[in-house]
């Protein structure tokens, strides 16, 4: 059985300075701005690999997404309004969605989404994914689109503070 690679990351920290802003403007703050390309150093350092990237339409998240991408530039970007505080029922859609041949995917969303789908999906016992956290999920397919969200598995968590 062949293998799919995902990598499901909650945007860095971000910026609260502008109360009125709206929060799909908000930008990263000076530790997300720090935490995020950190973060793809060490993914590099371990030998994982991107092959594309999907990030929220969220100012955050895309500027996230940016930072992984610059460490890994064969990755193409894409940016999809359903990543938005995505629930588990899209950020699944998202996967089923994608190209045959991509096999390792970042998807940039948000919180709560993301922490759901570790537990719910992935079986983790996880309180809560931090900014700029990464799940690693192996995903037991050899086409997206024919996923069984019972093939999910969780090999790794990595966040910034550990």
Known sequence: MSFKRLYITRHAKSDWANPGMDDIDRPLNERGKKDAPSMAERMKQMSYQIDHIISSNARRASDTATFFHNAFPDATLNKEHQLYHADIDEIFQTCVELEPEINNVMLVCHNPG????????????????????????????????????SKFKLVNFLYPKM
């Open 114 to 149: 993301i922490t759901f789908f570790a537990n719910v999906i992935c079986g983790a016992n996880v309180d809560n994914v931090p900014t700029c956290g990464v799940l690693v999920i192996d995903v037991e397919s050899s086409d997206w689109s024919s996923i069984d969200m």
